[in-house]
Structures are given as C-alpha cells and as structure tokens.
C-alpha cells in the first residue's frame, strides 16, 4: 500500500483516483470544487482542503487538471502541493496535458524540492480511466518507471516510456496536434459534402470503413451528422483549442511551422468565439458552416 495524493477531481482524476483506491492504496484527495470528491468517500478517499494539506506525507502525487493554470495552482499556488512535507525521495507526477515550457519549469521545482519527477500524460477516455484500461506515455528515468509499476497497473494496461523527462509530454501534444488536425479536416470535409448534396449519414459510414478512418474520425463523424454536441460531452471544444494550441507551440518551438496545426487552432477558435466551448468538439463543424457561409 503506498500513501496517494490525487490532485484534479475531473471526469479523467475520478476515475484514476477510485482505482488506485480499489488497489488498496491510501488516497488523499483534493479538488478545486469539493463535490466532485463526494463520490470516492464511500471508497475510502481523505478528502483534503488544499494541494498542501493533500500532500503531507505523500509517497507519490498525482496531478491531473485542464491547463498551465490549474496545474500550476496544485503545485505551486500559496497552498501548493510543493510546499508539502512529503515522504523522502517522494514522487511528483503530472498527467496532465500542459505546455511543454511549464513541464519543463515544474520538473525543475520539483526536483529542488528533492521529489523525483514524472511526465506521465494518458490516452483515453473517462469510461478507460474508470476502469483501468488507460495507456500512459512516460517522460522519466528506468529505475523510477519500475518502482511505480505496481501503482501504474491500477490505473493503465500499458505504459509507454519514451525517454527522460519531457519526452511523454512532447510526444502527448504531438499526438494531440494530429488528432486536432484530423477533426478539423474532417468538419470541412463534411461541410463540403453537405454542399455537394451527399448524405451525410451515408458519408460517414463511408469514412469508418476507409483509409480516412482514425478513432477521431470515427468518433466525431456521426456526432457531426447529428448535431449532437450539448450532451455526453467526451471532449469539449474549450479544452481541445488549449491541446491544439500547447503542440502548435511546442511543433514552432522545435522549429516546424506546423501550417496545418496553425489552420486547426484557427478553427477551434471559430468554436470557442461562438459561445459554444463547453460542447462536444464535434460542434467545430458548426462553426465551419457558420464561417464559410459568410463566405458566400
């Protein structure tokens, strides 16, 4: 049994909380809004009033919030987790999706504190992270992705480490860059088809069984043929405009002017400009139709 603390009580935070807590570990948690901790009560969760107070006497501490904001409010804020007096040589992993220039000052805080630090941003959705079915993609050094393998497998079925510090980060925004791209390419394309005078149910049965067929292609085509969007939000177009914007950024900082990352923040802007950010991403390609009607 290792001493938890889970900061970020969000759709994905719940989920990776309630398993480490059914894996038998003690889990203090904490959250911005404290309802979203009502649930983990009944499954042995200390719920905390502050990062710090969460912290005290961790072995290992988990953040998982939306942004460099929030992420910065857990570990460094007035009553930030880094305060903490933590177990020696105690653990900081972030899972969170953050821009690759706070990882980079975070890991270097943390690391004064003396706590060993981990990259450790997660591909999946919440039904993933409620079951322990997550894929986690590791910045961090050998020794330490052994010793946290027992408290990974409550939470993941594989772990893909891809190098020091910094290189699951790096690699989290350029897979979200190109997964941004892809649903903008396809609002477009669906728009142009709708012009075209297609069906656009039988459009997006034809994009599931083709070569176009990635999982966000799969997904959000038949939410955008619906109009579905206000309800079972998996991913909103708020948080989706702040991925596309950290791996457009991280893309220019490597040097790669990422054209196509440029015109997918450009478009996602059109979603969070109408109102709508709190929707499900597949709203885009309202905002699509909305731009280039104005077009004509």
């Given amino acids: ?10 759709n994905m935070g719940t989920g990776m909380a309630a398993r480490l807590l059914a894996a ?4 203090t948690v904490y959250n911005r809004s404290p309802r979203r901790a009502a649930p983990l009560r009944p499954l042995g969760a200390t719920v905390a009033t502050t990062p710090r107070a969460a ?5 290992i501490v988990f953040s998982m919030v939306g942004d460099d904001a929030a992420s910065r409010h857990m570990w460094l804020g007035r009553d930030g987790a880094l305060g903490a007096r933590t177990a020696p ?3 900081a992993i972030e899972c969170s999706t953050i821009s690759h220039r706070w990882l980079a000052t975070l890991a270097g805080r943390a690391r004064a504190r003396g706590l060993r630090f981990v990259d450790c941003p997660v591909t999946g959705l919440p039904d993933a992270a409620a079951a322990g079915r997550l894929t986690l993609f590791v910045g961090a050094e ?3 992705v052994t010793a946290l393998t027992p408290v990974f497998d409550a939470i993941a079925t594989e772990v893909i ?3 020091p510090v910094g290189a699951g ?3 989290k925004l350029i897979v979200n860059l190109m997964g941004s791209i892809q649903i903008a390419a396809l609002a477009e394309g669906l728009v142009v088809a709708e012009r075209a005078g297609l069906d656009l149910d039988q459009v997006a049965y034809a994009l599931s069984k083709g070569g176009s067929a990635s999982p966000q292609v799969v997904r959000n085509a038949p939410r955008m043929v619906r109009g579905d969007h206000a309800h079972d939000v998996v991913f909103s177009g708020k948080w989706r405009l702040k991925d596309t914007a950290y791996g457009l950024a991280h893309a220019r900082a490597m040097g790669v002017a990422s054209a196509m990352g440029a015109g997918a923040v450009n478009a ?6 109408d109102g709508t950010e709190l929707e499900n991403e597949s709203k885009l390609i309202d905002a699509v139709r909305a731009r280039d009607s104005r077009r004509r």
């Fill in 1 to 10: 049994m290792r001493r938890i603390a889970f900061l970020g009580l969000g």
């Fill in 24 to 27: 038998g570990h003690a889990v």
């Fill in 55 to 59: 912290a005290e006497g961790a072995e």
């Fill in 89 to 91: 040589r105690a653990f």
């Fill in 142 to 144: 050998p020794a330490d």
């Fill in 161 to 163: 480490r891809f190098g």
């Fill in 169 to 171: 980060n790096a690699y």
């Fill in 268 to 273: 996602f802007r059109l979603l969070v400009a």
